[in-house]
């Protein structure tokens, strides 16, 4: 995987679309977990929303599941977490779109609607 990347890298060749969510894929399938997360971590694989979406679908709801699910949740930027959160029906997210929901309607209201 990384002698992959450094030969685009070093070519200065774009990688084909869908590219980074195809090795990603593998890799989860592959890697043990912790592996797959130091990847992420170091830059060799890239979270994609599709990733993403296709990994909270994909992954039961088991205890070492529900931890990579986390993991992965904890490590992406902002405005692809809040379009992820829907996808996996669980207290936590659903927290986290209730709290995105109650600041977006606080911002919009007046101020002295707020007493």
């Keep these: 995987m990384c002698r992959v990347l450094e030969a685009t890298r070093g070519l200065c060749l774009p990688l084909p679309p869908g590219y980074n969510t195809v090795l990603s894929v593998l890799a989860v399938r592959c890697l043990p977990h912790h ?13 994609t929303e599709t990733l993403v979406t296709r990994l909270m679908a994909d992954l039961d709801n088991s205890e070492a599941n529900e931890k990579l699910k986390f993991s992965i949740l ?29 600041r977006s309607v606080r911002s919009q209201a007046k101020p002295e609607e707020m007493k």
């Design 35 to 47: 592996g797959f997360l130091q990847y992420v971590d170091h830059g060799v694989l890239q979270l």
């Design 74 to 102: 904890k490590r992406l930027p902002e405005p692809v977490d809040q379009r992820v959160h829907h996808v996996w029906d669980h207290p936590v997210t659903s927290a986290i779109i209730s709290r995105d929901y109650v």
